[in-house]
């Protein structure tokens, strides 16, 4: 379980998911009110129902959720007619995801929205599911043979959820020797490679243009804080402030540097470059530069209460000009942080907000994080998220949509009753 205060700070503090069994009354009664409303998105009774099959068997208290023990231990449900549903079923989830995001909005938005992208990897046997491969998997932090989803969550003060899901296909699928798994995995004949950040980019992109729920603040780790290409996109949205985690060899200046265009010929034509204009000092790393700062400019910031006291972490912040190709690119704020002790170890960020932002505003950012990660460890021992047996693309992307929409009804439950308890909550098979 999570300590009581996870991210406190100016903004909002974001609370934990603590619902009990014993809080919750007629719970599939309430259910199928919600599934009510998605309705429209499926063509047949059928699917409906099954619809509610799978969900009953990721609420049961069984050890293994995948679709065959559920479907033998819900009642009415039959393994085929389920495993057709998630695997090759024809879903509106356009439609669903719409109508989910409001339910969320209507749950949880707040003006001072924090999006929150990340990756999610699920461990797999084998090599016929879609988008597997060797890569690295952060649950279990190292390269093994797995699927990875990109994700984007929403947080407020009133909780958190999951707001959308791609499975990320590594490159190496779409050349000619893995034509026959894509064909077994029934890709969809447009579906073309795309980077982890251009995935999360297309995800900011679509939540903040739909405007169905309001986002302030966009975050995110260093693989998409390293991407020219994701901080351009987030950027477009003039009024969103982002807070990127960005590796320590970045490199920056403290001022912007002085520059020159210089003439040189290259095949008999005369071109021009930009250089630093001569005396000017070469960029330094981030990690160069936090480790000469005095420790007069470090303040010791809690940023979290937990099991054994206070969590706290030593703080600063620069404007600084970042680097590329040792040219200056953008000014940003750098906020540098560090662990305490002999040997700290640092984590650096950086953000577009105004010049006027305080530290305990990034302080603050520095956290929010966390309900990410609650929602795919939520979702996977409680749901059995990560316990799917399907092969295909639509079937990843079905049961995915599915364990989003479960995990969020049980902190609608949550937000519905108004009240705190001390554990999950898990509803008999």
């Known amino acids: 379980m999570l300590p009581d205060i996870r991210t406190s700070g100016d903004i909002f ?18 259910l199928q009110g919600f599934h009510a409303e998605f309705r429209d998105c499926f063509a047949r009774e059928e699917a409906r129902n099954n619809l509610f099959y799978y969900t009953i068997g990721q609420f049961s208290q069984m050890e293994r959720k995948s679709i065959e023990p559920m479907a033998l231990n819900v009642e009415g449900a039959k393994v085929r007619a389920v495993q057709r549903f998630i695997s090759e079923a024809t879903w509106d989830a356009g439609k669903m995801m719409h109508i989910y995001r409001s339910m969320v909005n209507d749950d949880m938005g707040e003006e001072s929205g924090v999006l929150i992208l990340d990756e999610s990897g699920f461990k797999k046997k084998g090599n016929d599911s879609a988008g597997v491969y060797k890569q690295y998997c952060g649950n279990i932090g190292k390269v093994d043979n797995c699927q990875v989803g990109v994700f984007a969550a929403y947080t407020s003060s009133k909780g ?70 994701f901080v351009e996109n987030v950027e477009k949205h003039v009024d969103k402030i982002y807070f990127l985690a960005t590796p320590s060899d970045t490199k920056c200046w403290l001022r912007m540097p002085a520059t020159v265009e210089k003439e040189y010929r290259y095949r008999g034509e005369t071109r021009k470059k930009l250089t630093l204009k001569q005396g000017e000092k070469k960029p330094v790393s981030l990690m160069d530069l936090a480790k000469g700062i005095n420790s007069y400019f470090w303040y010791r910031r809690k940023v979290s209460e937990g099991t054994k006291g206070p969590i706290e972490y030593e703080f600063t912040k620069r404007r600084v000009v970042l680097s590329k190709n040792e040219l200056p690119t953008k000014e940003v704020w750098l906020t540098m942080k560090r662990s305490l002790g002999a040997n700290p170890t640092y984590s650096f960020y950086i953000s577009n907000a105004p010049l006027s932002a305080d530290l305990s505003l990034f302080v603050w950012l520095s956290g929010v994080r966390w309900p990410i990660e609650q929602c795919f460890e939520e979702g996977k021992s409680e749901l059995g998220m990560d316990q799917y047996e399907v092969r295909k693309y639509l079937g990843w992307n079905h049961h995915m949509l599915i364990s989003m929409l479960s995990h969020f009804f049980l902190w609608h439950l949550k937000i519905k009753l108004g009240k705190k308890s001390t554990s999950y909550y898990c509803c008999p098979a």
């Open 13 to 30: 503090s974001i609370p934990k998911f603590d619902l009990d069994r014993s809080d919750v009354e007629d719970f599939l009664e309430t």
């Open 160 to 229: 958190y959820a999951l707001l959308d899901k791609e499975l990320f296909v590594p490159e190496a699928w779409f050349g000619d020797e893995y034509e026959e798994r894509r064909n077994k995995c029934q890709f969809p004949k447009d579906l073309q490679f795309k980077t982890k950040p251009q995935i999360a980019a297309r995800m900011v992109n679509e939540i903040i243009e739909q405007n169905q729920i309001p986002v302030k603040y966009v975050v995110a780790d260093s693989i998409y804080g390293n991407s020219p290409e």
